[in-house]
């Protein structure tokens, strides 16, 4: 049997900031990352505010 395992709000708060960090980097370095950085960055806020 497989169980879906939800994150925990500190693993995503922890993910946030990755991409965060790595959305700053990209807005300089690596333009074409930036919307995919974005968007996992909306998923991620809207999973936090659900909890």
Do not use: G, Y
Request: glycine share 0%; aromatic share 0%.
């Amino acid at each position: 049997m497989t169980t879906h395992h939800e994150p925990s709000a500190v693993n995503l708060a922890h993910r946030l900031k990755e991409v965060e960090r790595d959305l700053a980097r990209a807005e300089k370095n690596n333009p074409e990352h930036v919307h995919a950085l974005t968007e996992e960055k909306k998923k991620l806020e809207a999973m936090l505010a659900q909890r």
